[in-house]
């Protein structure tokens, strides 16, 4: 376990040293957060009965996503590890006493963890200081974010768990980049990144929210505003640790079996 | 001379041709990831007219015709001054010193350095969202409408290469690449897709006198529908080019203030 808590440990501190890139997304995620606030205003306004769920949970959701959206997006791997698996790098990876999966892992939750560090405490504080309802409201009671917190690391995990299953994947083929967009960009849809998951119709989002991707960030950025409790969220809650598990362990055997047919180019 | 600069822009444009069709599997996955974007945004939008007939007053139809206008104005740009977009490099990796040496113009050879053919797929995008919403509206074609249309294009493409060229601009001064600027470019292209007015009073004022993004959207586009009928809207979007004027500007600043990199 040392071991693997090194790795994390090096890529957090690597990902530290951005602290300009960081206030530059921190800009662009307020603007974002603003922009979608917008839009949703301009909807509520024209028909506020069709509103899937409260406004005020819907800005909590936008600037929650905007303040965490390091641990959502989809399509930020470790490109390391895809130059590593075309140029032969790989082969000290495989000559180390250690894991593949445990240290691929823990390098990505640790890329992900430093760059959301950096950014989510600022956007967080001004859009609690918006006013009413445009802003982030505080949590609907203490158990509900105790939960959230739960299911917030859940997700990450989850889209952790997504990122290996590709570099598995990754590693069957030279050139990824394709499989790479591709699930990447459905991914992203299916999650909930482009328009919250409440918002599709509902047959829709009846199988939407089966799936796994739902876990990764409807289930905590609803569950924080009380729009998602009671039975449901159980339910949604027990969904998310069984896709985990799942995605955890086709992710393993991919690697697995990738590292059995590795070859390796040139030297 | 005026000739000359644009036989060598038409030379460089056959060699940044060329260069990216040796990539074709590139080529096509660059496609393949806008063509994504595009359908899950449009999706997006879809989904949310499923549940709301129209947003202040406008219905799916329309904003897929603004999404699909926004998109050509945003794709043309990125097209064809894709050298300004990655300037951050041309300036870092000192190659700017061989675009001083040469005796040509400096933003022409800057517009040459690169020119973007996979952005094509986006420009097909927005080709279809246009056509279709069209197909849709039945809009009554006359020769204003006509000219509003392609004054949208030529103005929102001015207005999307003056933030190119002002995003340029600024590498002089950062040599790094700002990314907040992608908000004027990119989040004017994502959130543009809805008409300005739907953001608010100040937020459209804001579009129509700071940066005139409103001038080539959304009161065109009033006129395209038929919403208004004032003499000057179809010309509106011309006057929009008045945006590359500063940028342009703040751009020789910069190249006064050009310290090379050394590499």
């Not at chain 1, 032969?88 to 430093?114: C, D, H, Q, T």
Request: hydrophobic share 55%; net charge positive.
């Amino acid at each position: 376990m040392k071991k693997y808590f090194s790795f994390f440990r090096l890529r957090l501190q690597m990902g530290m040293q951005y602290r300009i890139a960081a206030f530059a997304g921190m800009a662009t995620q307020f603007f974002w957060g603003f922009m979608l606030i917008g839009a949703y205003k301009a909807f509520y306004e024209s028909n506020a009965a069709a509103f899937p769920m409260g406004f005020q949970a819907l800005t909590s959701y936008i600037w929650l996503q905007q303040a965490f959206l390091a641990l959502f997006i989809t399509w930020r791997f470790d490109n390391d590890i895809f130059t590593m698996i075309t140029d032969g790098g790989i082969s000290y990876e495989l000559a180390r006493p250690v894991r593949l999966y445990s240290m691929w892992f823990a390098k990505n939750l640790a890329m992900r963890l430093s760059e959301a560090a950096l950014r989510f405490a600022p956007v967080l504080l001004v859009a609690a200081l918006l006013p009413k309802p445009y802003g982030l409201s505080l949590p609907v009671s203490l158990p509900h974010f105790l939960l959230f917190l739960l299911t917030l690391g859940l997700g990450l995990l989850t889209t952790i768990a997504f990122l290996m299953i590709v570099y598995g994947l990754a590693m069957r083929m030279l050139s990824s980049t394709g499989v790479r967009l591709f699930l990447s960009g459905i991914v992203e849809f299916l999650s909930g990144q482009v328009i919250p998951l409440p918002f599709f119709p509902d047959k829709v989002r009846f199988v939407l929210e089966l799936l796994p991707f739902a876990g990764m960030q409807n289930v905590p950025l609803r569950i924080y505003s009380g729009d998602l409790s009671g039975t449901p969220m159980l339910h949604a809650m027990v969904l998310q640790l069984v896709w985990l598990v799942i995605f955890i362990a086709a992710g393993a055997l991919l690697l697995r079996s990738g590292e059995r047919r590795a070859i390796v180019q040139g030297g | 001379m005026k000739r000359h600069g644009f036989r060598l822009y038409r030379h460089y444009l056959s060699l940044s041709i060329r260069s990216s069709m040796q990539y074709k599997s590139s080529f096509w996955l660059t496609m393949l990831g806008q063509a994504l974007t595009t359908i899950s945004t449009l999706l997006g939008v879809i989904f949310m007219f499923q549940r709301f007939p129209e947003v202040k007053g406008f219905t799916l139809d329309d904003v897929i015709l603004c999404a699909g206008i926004v998109q050509l104005q945003f794709a043309l740009a990125e097209m064809w001054a894709r050298g300004f977009d990655r300037f951050s490099q041309i300036v870092r990796l000192g190659e700017y010193d061989r675009i001083l040496l040469r005796p040509r113009g400096k933003i022409l050879q800057v517009f040459g350095s690169q020119f973007e053919l996979s952005r094509i797929g986006r420009i097909i995008q927005g080709v279809l969202m246009l056509v279709y919403a069209l197909v849709r509206i039945r809009l009554r074609w006359d020769f204003l409408r006509v000219l509003t249309l392609v004054n949208m294009l030529i103005g929102g493409t001015g207005v999307f290469t003056a933030i190119c060229i002002l995003r340029a601009a600024l590498c002089f001064f950062t040599l790094e690449g700002l990314e907040v600027m992608n908000i004027f470019f990119d989040g004017a292209r994502e959130h543009g897709k809805y008409p300005l007015n739907i953001y608010g009073d100040k937020f459209l004022l804001f579009c129509t006198v700071a940066i005139p993004y409103a001038l080539v959207q959304y009161y065109p586009l009033l006129y395209l529908l038929g919403r208004r009928a004032d003499w000057f809207l179809p010309f509106l979007p011309l006057l929009a080019l008045w945006f590359l004027i500063p940028c342009l500007l703040l751009f020789r600043v910069g190249v006064r203030h050009y310290q090379s990199s050394g590499s």
